[in-house]
Structure formats: C-alpha cells, structure tokens
C-alpha cells in the first residue's frame, strides 16, 4: 500500500464515538504496538459482473492512494454492509432474506486485518452497535408485515437472542412500518419508519407521504414501548440511509428527505428538515424546527455524517427521488439553524456516486467521505468549520462502500 | 481416386435420392460381415445405374427399383469384397441378407468409412459436435450430463438429479444458447421437460452447434444451440429401461413405437425420475439459536427430493402420399422439487419446494418430393398449458443439523408464496428447403414464439387486481443459400431477420387518490438484422477444412423482460446481446492399419459480444434484474483425439481452453479504463477437458452375450470466483477430477436385455459448481434395458 502515515491524533484519541466500544477481547492474538489503528475501507468494483467487496486498510485518509489491483481482503458476495463495535470489524451479506456468513476481523499489531471467525446471521437492513451489542432488523416489504430483530455478542460473536414484530401493528394505518435504520438513543433503540404499502404492485408506495414516526423499543428486551409520530416533516432516514444522530448532551436530531411515493411519484409536500428529540423524552420536540430545503436553494438532504458540536455534513439533491444521492454538499448546523455549502468538491457533474457509510472522527470539524468521479475514487476531507473539503487518499479500482476505523485491541 | 467416388456418391445418394423413395418399389435388407455383425455405410446400387443408397447404422438399407426381374444390386464396401445380388420378384416381399467377406489384402490408400448420418453433420460447415446418443442408452445420464462429454461444453448445475443446470458453449451460457428438440425450440417447455430430466434414452443423437447456427434451426442464438434428435423410424421398437441407485434414485424409460404397414405410426415415450438427493456434503453447520459454526460437518442433504413423470403421445402417418411424416402428439408431465439452498450452502431450506407441469399438444408435418422433387417442407406446432408454483409458506429457519426455529406469525422461508403461473406459450415453426439448380439450394425458416404470462397468489388475492398483462412475441425469419460441391465441400451464406414486440401496461395512480390504479399499456418492438456464411473443403479424402462466422442475435427472454414472478425483476429496456463468431477448424481421419483407426479434430473460435445480459440488483436491492451490462471476448481452442481399434476398443479425449475477456474498456460513467479491462471473466472454468475408454467383449461367454467395460474421466481447472486481478486475499473453485466407470452385459439376439453397473466419481472427489455448491459423491446405480427393434 502507498499510504504514508500521517498523525492525526483526534482521531486516534476519541476513536469511532459512538461505533467503538470497550473491548477486553480474551482471543489470543499477538500482541501489537499499544494504539495501532487504521482506516478500513471497503471497496466495489465497478465492472458489472463477478463483483465482491475488498477491504483495503490505510494509515491515512488525506494523501496516498491504495488499489484493489493483487491487494485487499476479498468479501464472499455482492452488497455487504459493515458496522465496527467492539474493537472489532463485521462484514455482513445483505443476502435478500437468505441468511449468510458474518466474517469478523480484527486488527493485528502490524496493522493487517485477521480473520477471527465467521458466524450466521439473517440478513439485515439495517443495525447499530449498542454497547458491546450488535442490534440488527429486518423488515419485509411485501408478504407478510414481518419485522425480525437479531441481538449479536461481539465478544462471543454470535447471535445472543432474536424475535419478530408485527409491522403492520406498529403502523396502525392500514399500511406497514419499513424501518430506515436503528439507533441506540440513551437505553432504548429507536427506529425512525416509513409507512408502506407493502402489497398492490406498489410496496414502496404510501398514503402518508407528510408524516415522521419513531418507534422506540425496550433494550435489550426489544418491546415496542411507544411509537412517536410528527405532522412537520415527511419520514426520517431513507431507504437502508440513517438520518438520525445523538450529539455530545444526548439530544436526537433527525433529517426528513422528504420523498415519500406513491406509484413511483413523489408525493410529500413538506420540505426536507431537521427535527429534535431531547434527551430522556419520547416525543418530538415541538419547539424544534429547522427547515434546511429553504436555506439550501430548494435542495434537500440525501444522507448525512455528524461531526460532533451540533454540525452535520450533509449532501445535498436539487431533484427529488426516493433512492437519488446528493452530488452536493452543505455544512448544516442544527444548534444555530444555519446551512453553508461547501466548496471543494468535484463538480456534481462528474460526480458518480457518494459513499454513504462514512468516517467521522467527532471532534466537531471533520468527515471523511468517499467521492467517485468520472476519473476515479477518492476520499474527501470535509471541514465543517471552513466549509471546505480537500482531495485525499485516492481508491483504485472501483466505488468506496465504506469508511470506517478500527483499533488493535490492547492486551 | 475410386475411394473418393465411392465418397461422392454415398454422399450425394443420402443427400438427394432418400426422397426420391417413396414413390417406387422398396427393396429392403441388411448387411452383415461374415460374423454377423451389421455394417454401416455400404454402398448400395443398381448395377450400372449412379444411383444408390447407404446402409444405416443397423447395416439395414432401402432402395427403390422399377421391377426386380433382372435388377442387379451392387453392394461394395472398403475392406470387404465387392458383392452382386440379382433380385427376383420374390425379393418384394422378403428382406434381404447379404453378407460381405473380408478383403485379404491390407489397405494402403488412405479411407474414409462410409458415412453414416452422424458423420455427416460432423462434416457439414459448421462447427458442431455430434454426441451419437445410442452408445450412451445402456448408461444412467439425462441429456445435460450427456452433453458434458463434449469439447467446448460444460454443464454446470446446483446439485444431484433434477437440479438447475446450465450449459456453457465457448464461454457463452444460459440462455445465450438454444435448446431444439426435432428442430423445434424448447422454448419456455417448463421445468417438467428439461435438460436435467429427459433421459438419453428419449435421444437418437444430439448435435452441438457452436457459435454458428444453421439457418434451418431459426434461433436467436448468440452463442450456439443444441439439437436433440429423438429416434424416428418406420418400424416398431420398444426400449424400456429402469435404474436404481445410491440417494434413492428410480428411473424408467419407456420408448416405443407401433408402425402399421399402412404407414399408421403411434410412438409414446414416458419416463420417470426420483431421487431423494440425500448426498452427503461438507459445510459448517450453524447453532439454530446462536449463529455460530460448527466447522466442517458432513451432513447429508436433506430437503432436496425431485421427482417427474412426462409422457409423450403422438400418432398419425409416416410415407404416405399427403405427407412422409404428420403426427399429433401430448406432452403431459409434472415435476415436484424441494429446495434444499440458496445460491449459496450457508442458506439452508427446509419446507419450501416447487411444482409444475406441462400439458403441450403438438404438431409435427413433413412432406419431401414436391414440385418434381425439388421441395421439401416442414412444420411444427405446440402450445404449452403448463403452470409453475412456488411453495414457501412456513415461517421457520432450519440448519444442516435439520433443527428449526418457528415463529408464530405467518412467513416463510425465504419470501411466503404460493404464487402459481402460467406462460402460455406457443411455438410455430416452418421451414422450406428447395432445389434450385443443380447443386444448390436455397432454404427459408420462420419461428413464431408467443408468451403471455399470467399468474396469482391465493395468499394474497387482493394483489390479484394489480397483476399487469406480460406478453410477448418473437418472429424470426432466416433465408439461406447452399452451394454444395459434392465430394469437395460446401459453401452457405445466410440472413436472419429478429423482430420481437413487447406488451405490458405499467400501473400508474390516475387520480393521486390512495390505491386508485390504472393502466398505461405499452408496446416496444425492436428488429435486428444478423446475417453468416460457413464453408467447408476436402483437402484430400481424409482431411476437412472449415471456416465459419455470424453475426448472432439473442433476444431477451420473456423471463428477463418480465421477471420471474420470485427473485428476478422485470426489464423492459432491455436490448438483444450480439456476438460477432468466427470459427476455423479440421478434422482428419486416418486409418493407420487394417482395424486400427484414429480420428482427429481441432477447432479455434473467436466470438466479440457486445451488451452481454447480466444480472444486477434493482434500485432498493430486493431483487435481480438483467440488464445489458458489459462487452466480452474470447478466444479459444478445443481439440479432440480418437483411437479405436475395430469395434473391440476405443478411447479417446477432448479438451477446451478458452480465454474469456473483459472487454468494457469504461464502465458508465467512467473516463478512466477500467481496472479488470482485459481481465479474464470471473468463475467461469476456462480449462477443461474429458476422456473416455471403453471395451467390448462380443461374444464373450456365447455369441449373443456380450461384455462392454467404459470408463470416463472429467478434469475442470481450478478457477476464481471474482475477478482474478483484484485482492489478494481470494476466494476460487478448486480443480476437480471426476471418474466413472461401468461394466454393460448385453444378451440376446433379436430382443436384446442389457444390464448395467455404474460407479459415477469413484474416488469420492470433492466436486464443486456454481459458487462452489457442492455436487453428489461417490455414488451406484444398476440399470436393467429391454429393447426389440
């Protein structure tokens, strides 16, 4: 690999925030240099046939290139998903209802990726980390209102106990609840919905395209407890995107893309927002608003990467679409209701795709967000104080799936 | 060269004069050598007359004469005495035996054997393999497993009897290759009518046609297709035969046919399949509740029983003076299929199976000898009433320990269902092949295909309302010119005109209101224009030269335009794949001494397809759908080697080699080469190759006992499963040897029983396919055959 090291102690000093936690793993493994840590990044061909996933490790994001050419940890199938917890790094297939093999890896002293087992597991669509858990869903989009739930050890690596929802019940509407994602909000896990149909042709498609729902469940029991609804915005989160983050005091802020469908077409009316649940409560905070489609130029939220101090790096679309990434991106500050678009970046039209599953150390400045081109992959990174982004680490050989940090464990 | 007359015209006789037989007196007999045996490829004439005819494979021939009193028959053969036979009114109604002596002096002059009907499409300008299924009856395999034998073929399928298989042909695969059977597409017969459960007992032969094909076949095939020829003759036969062996596996075969001197015909063959597949298989099974492995565990499968019984019926007339051949059949069937895996081991089913049928009336007509004998005319028709249903309706998760889980609320397996489908399918094929001057020929083809799929689900009903129309309509018309220099070689060039319409209505929302539903109804028709010429040249009497190209078009699949109802999604967008193929081979046969013979043959292929269909996933990633993804090359070799000495011994090998490349230079979106340009196409075997002995005892014990001891062997390269260049840390499918054997005792002189003892992969080898799916072990079978012919 081509990467030079470079020191970049925040993020070797608050680590993965949310995503790392403690780890007093009893695998003997050898011993390494007390603090080895590097950059995983998951990489996907952009040929259209055999394509498997590569992780490449790097010792820095912001110079160097790295290939997948003769290089790189080849993932058994296509579309995986990989969440670090516990010092350790899983690497999921999402294999379309079929269960497949969770392969963990840890980082050795010399900073090369181990094997450490593989394990079953369903296939998910959407998973936290909570504490040294692994929480996982999945929820049907037709059939059966189906939702089934899977809590995996990270230090037995294995799946510790599971159950099934009725989402058809947590909807209560006629239609089903399709979560976007799983979040660990204080001890309970809150899952930010979509109202579906589910059925008719049309699984995607609702008749309640201007409301957000949160259900929150009881951890590790997994009880439904409440379910949390607001009139303001369209639903947080997207399609396998997370649009919720708990900052530094424990509140919740939450995007809206808004761009529920029906029959394909867009149906929400109400802009693309930021909402609030404050710490300890289970309502939306109704004397929070923050209305980011007005202040960006009509353009909405696609994804986003909390950098810490109240700031989100959030790309941005001008046309709506229910599975559409941004190409730009905008500096949003939800303490002070401001929005700064940031400069740097490619032009958004040779822009092919933006990673979604990305890095950020949480020191309240930066992100690292992967950028395909028409001449390339690179990870950029993003500065939320000067609103700009720089070139980094260049990817060959294909699209960045994923970002993310992983330390050796200490003995 | 006399040889190179007695080529000619054993040539020209089965080519031209067969047709000309109806209309006169038949003179029928055999031929046998002075041991009895029949003698295929006598050359038969009325004395000082060019015309004649060729013993078949049974040494048996027919030949039209004026009046008997006084016509003399020829009968010469290389390696045996010329023989004269003088007919006499009673021969009318008698067979006649003639029986050839060996010629004592040893061959110098290179030969070549007369040609049977096998050798003749070996020999004609395509590159096409002939597997002669009649050696292969007295053994346990469906067609697919046939077809592997032959160079440039691998069949890859997903477990033991029943499984899905598919066939690649010099790299290209699924539906890029054509299956025939007759000379009428197999298309969409069904799972109860497959490559993985027609027996090679229903086969007489079966032809592969590689990168090129025949004008008269009418396929949009961009990579080649297979012919399956089913046994057709004007006498009454009966084969029956049943096999029984490890994983509890039954197979019967019933062939018959009744031919009544009117020329009255009914033929029905029937056969049957079953197997538990209970074949042990080596995986890391893991903990129901838990998710953890336990490694390497040999567990036998078992969720994975297959079984079908299909019957065809046919009856009408053979030489008659309306038609040489017009019967009306019913294929009727039905198959049942548990689903053991996904596409991957890991993914363990437990409940969830399949069912379909078929019910497909049929009809077949010929005629040959019109307009002065210059026409010849056919026409096949059949319509398919099948259904297909998906069964998944227990909401449970198993492991290879057989334990599950069960949740209360309704589900299944993987995705509940029960939903059942028909696709209404409808062939219509023609073809007219006329004799326009001396030596040439112009031959006209049309393939109608109509589909028109309609399916529900008595689980959810209410979706029965949204269910959209899914039809489509294929026509593709081939014109073709022959130019045929007898004993020299031939020369064709052909165009093939595509047109294919596509009907769907799209579900939109008219007035924004919640579940309101119209339709929006939506016709595409695209038409391609392919076109190839072939040629093919006797350098000497023994050593044949051919070349060939075309450019080959392949229409999406009513599959891929509509989904699959399960995993695959519909693309309307799609376009045809097209390959531009370039074939050059020869073959050489030599006879190194009296009985001692060696045949051999070598190919080289170059095909450049552009918009290959492949497989993505879909926008939310729930399912598949094809779409016209990347561009290929390959180029390649395979060659095969024959020794046989008599008909005592013969053994034999092939082997491919191909270099199948990417050849997208920049992927969408992209302005930089992309990195696995030029690198070879990912878990597809590129090296691979078989080889075969076999003994015959004749006569062993007593005449009419007689002991044959075969033995083959299958070799795959080891080869990646992504793409080669990338990683370093990778995943491959291991090489793989494969080796059977059988020992074949046959009795009887007229009725003849035959039985058989198989050991497939004797040495218990690990066996891999597709994304390394594991493939049935060691295993036996024992096989008892009756035929009368």
Redesign the interface.
């Known amino acids: 690999m081509n990467t030079k090291f470079q020191s970049f102690a925040l993020s070797a000093l608050f680590g993965a925030g949310l995503l790392v936690g403690c780890s007093d793993d009893p695998n003997p493994i050898p011993p390494g240099e007390v603090g080895t840590s590097r950059y995983i990044i998951a990489s996907t061909p952009q040929s259209s046939d055999g394509v498997a996933d590569y992780l490449l490790t790097a010792e820095s994001l912001t110079e160097g290139t790295i290939s997948t050419l003769g290089n790189g940890t080849e993932q058994d199938g296509t579309y995986r998903y990989y969440v670090t917890a516990g010092n350790k790094f899983f690497s999921m297939l999402y294999g379309q209802g079929n269960p497949g093999a969770v392969t963990t890896y840890e980082l050795d002293g010399t900073g090369s990726l181990v094997k450490l087992s593989n394990f079953q597991s369903e296939t998910v669509h959407a998973f936290a980390a909570v504490g040294d858990d692994i929480a996982m869903v999945r929820v049907a989009r037709s059939g059966e209102p189906i939702g089934s739930w899977f809590r995996i050890d990270t230090e037995q690596m294995q799946i510790v106990a599971d159950g099934q929802w009725d989402l058809a019940a947590i909807a209560n509407n006629g239609e089903r609840a399709h979560f976007s994602w799983i979040h660990q909000v204080g001890d309970k896990l809150f899952a930010p919905y979509f109202s579906i149909k589910g059925c008719c042709g049309d699984s995607f498609g609702t008749a309640y395209p201007d409301s957000a729902w949160v259900a929150v469940f009881s951890y590790p029991e997994m009880e439904l407890e409440k379910v949390i609804k607001d009139n303001r915005t369209s639903f947080i989160g997207r399609y396998f995107v997370p649009g919720m983050d708990v900052d530094e005091k424990g509140d919740v802020y939450a995007f809206s893309s808004s761009v529920a469908t029906s029959n394909g077409a867009i149906t929400s009316t109400l802009p693309s927002a930021y909402v609030k649940i404050k710490k300890g409560e289970y309502e939306f905070d109704q004397s929070y608003y923050f209305n980011v489609e007005e202040k960006a130029d009509g353009n909405y939220i696609t994804s986003h990467v909390y950098v810490g101090n109240g700031k989100f790096i959030a790309t941005m679309n001008d046309v709506k679409g229910a599975y559409d990434t941004g190409k730009r991106f905008g500096v949003v500050d939800v303490y002070n209701k401001t929005f700064t678009w940031i400069t740097g970046t490619p032009d958004p039209a040779v822009v092919q795709s933006v990673t979604i599953n990305n890095y950020s150390p949480k020191d309240g400045v930066h992100a690292y967000i992967g950028i395909t081109t028409d001449q390339g992959s690179w990870v950029y990174e993003f500065d939320a104080s000067t609103a700009q982004a720089t070139q980094g680490l260049k990817v060959d050989g294909g699209v960045i799936t994923a970002i993310s940090k992983l330390e050796a464990p200490t003995e | 060269m006399q040889y190179t007359k007695i080529l000619a015209t054993a040539f020209l006789c089965c080519l031209f004069f067969q047709t000309l037989l109806a209309q006169q007196t038949q003179i029928s007999g055999q031929v046998t050598d002075p041991d009895g045996a029949a003698l295929p490829g006598v050359l038969v004439r009325i004395s000082g007359s060019t015309s004649g005819v060729v013993s078949d494979a049974e040494g048996n021939f027919r030949i039209p004469v004026a009046k008997p009193d006084g016509t003399v028959l020829e009968f010469s053969f290389l390696g045996y005495g010329m023989r004269q036979v003088a007919l006499s009114s009673a021969s009318f109604s008698e067979k006649i035996k003639v029986t050839l002596e060996t010629e004592a002096s040893e061959l110098e002059e290179v030969t070549v054997l007369g040609k049977s009907e096998l050798a003749e499409i070996r020999e004609k300008a395509f590159n096409v393999s002939v597997v002669d299924a009649r050696k292969l009856h007295h053994t346990n395999l469906d067609l697919g497993h046939a077809l592997d034998r032959v160079s440039g073929v691998r069949v890859r399928e997903s477990g033991g009897v029943g499984s899905r298989m598919n066939l690649s042909l010099n790299g290209f695969s699924g539906k890029q290759i054509k299956f025939f059977i007759d000379g009428i597409p197999m298309d969409d017969f069904g799972s109860s009518f497959q490559l993985n459960n027609i027996p090679i007992n229903l086969a007489e032969r079966i032809e592969v046609y590689k990168g090129v094909v025949p004008v008269g076949l009418g396929a949009d095939a961009l990579g080649g297709a297979v012919n399956i020829v089913t046994k057709n003759t004007a006498k009454n036969y009966a084969d029956i035969s049943y096999s029984y062996g490890s994983f509890n596996t039954h197979r019967t075969v019933v062939n018959t046919a009744y031919v009544a001197p009117s020329g009255f015909t009914v033929q029905l063959n029937a056969f049957q399949n079953y197997s538990d597949n209970s074949y042990w298989v080596d995986v890391?099974v893991?903990?129901i509740?838990?998710?953890?492995?336990y490694p390497n565990q040999r567990v036998r499968r078992f969720h994975d029983t297959y079984h079908n019984e299909t019957v065809i019926a046919q009856f009408g007339f053979q030489n008659k003076p309306f038609a040489d051949r017009l019967l009306i059949g019913l294929t009727a069937g039905k198959n049942y299929s548990e689903v053991q895996t996904?596409?991957?081991l890991?993914?363990v089913f437990g409940a969830w199976h399949r069912k379909g049928n078929i019910l497909m009336p049929t009809l077949k007509y010929q005629k040959s000898g019109l307009l002065n004998d210059r026409l010849t005319v056919a026409l096949n028709a059949n319509y398919n009433f099948g259904t297909e249903q998906n069964i998944d309706t227990l909401?449970r998760?198993y492991n290879w320990f057989q334990q599950y889980k069960e949740?209360?609320?309704?589900?299944?397996e993987?995705?509940?269902?029960m939903y059942k489908y028909s696709n209404n399918n409808a062939v219509v094929s023609a073809n007219a092949r006329l004799k326009t001057a001396k030596n040439q020929f112009l031959t006209l083809s049309y393939v109608f295909n109509h589909f028109n799929r309609e399916g529900s689900d008595e689980l959810?009903p209410?979706?029965n309302?949204?269910e959209?129309p899914r039809q489509t309509q294929k026509q593709i018309t081939g014109l073709g010119y022959e130019l045929n220099f007898r004993d020299k070689g031939s020369f064709s060039a052909f165009g093939k005109y595509y047109a294919q319409s596509n009907f769907l209505a799209r579900?939109?929302?008219p007035t924004?209101n919640?579940?309101d539903?119209a339709y929006r109804n939506q016709a595409e028709t695209t038409h391609d224009f392919g076109y190839g010429v072939t040629g093919a040249w006797f350098v000497t009497g023994n050593l044949q030269v051919k070349a060939s190209f075309e450019k080959a078009y392949r229409l999406p699949e009513p599959e891929e335009l509509f989904g699959d109802m399960i995993?695959l999604a519909g693309n309307l967008d799609l376009k045809p794949e097209s390959s531009y193929n370039y074939n050059l081979g020869m073959s050489l046969w030599k006879q190194l001494k009296k009985n001692h013979r060696m045949d051999f043959s070598a190919n080289g292929f170059y095909r450049d397809a552009r918009d290959?269909i492949?497989a993505?996933?879909n926008?939310?990633?729930?399912?598949t759908i094809m779409?016209n993804?990347?561009n290929v090359t390959n180029a390649g070799v395979e060659g095969e080697v024959r020794y046989s000495f008599m008909d005592r011994f013969s053994t034999g090998f092939n082997m491919t080699w191909q270099n199948l490349r990417?050849n997208?230079e920049y992927?969408p979106?992209?302005?930089?080469p992309?990195?696995?340009y030029r690198d070879r196409?990912?878990?597809i075997p590129y090296f691979f190759g078989n080889g075969d002995v076999q003994f015959n005892f004749p006569g062993l014990i007593k005449e009419g006992q007689d002991l044959s001891l075969g033995y083959n062997v299958l070799y795959v390269h080891d080869f990646y499963?992504?793409?080669p260049?990338?990683?370093?840390?990778?995943?491959d499918v291991p090489s793989q040897v494969s080796q059977d054997i059988n020992v074949t005792y046959t009795v009887g002189k007229k009725a003849k029983w035959q039985f058989t003892a198989e050991c497939r992969n004797i040495f218990d080898e690990k066996l891999y396919d597709n994304f390394s799916l594991q493939k049935p072990g060691r295993a036996f079978y024992g096989k008892i055959r009756f035929f009368i012919y």
């Open positions: 890391d893991a903990d509740n838990t998710g953890k492995y996904g596409a991957r890991v993914t909401n998760r949740y209360d609320m309704p589900g299944g993987r995705s509940r269902s959810y209410e979706n309302t949204y959209q579900a939109y929302n924004g919640y579940g539903v995993n290959f492949r993505r996933l926008n939310n990633q729930a399912m779409d993804l990347y990417n997208t992927e979106g992209q302005s930089i992309s990195l696995v196409i990912p878990n499963l992504y793409w260049s990338l990683g370093s840390d990778k995943f």
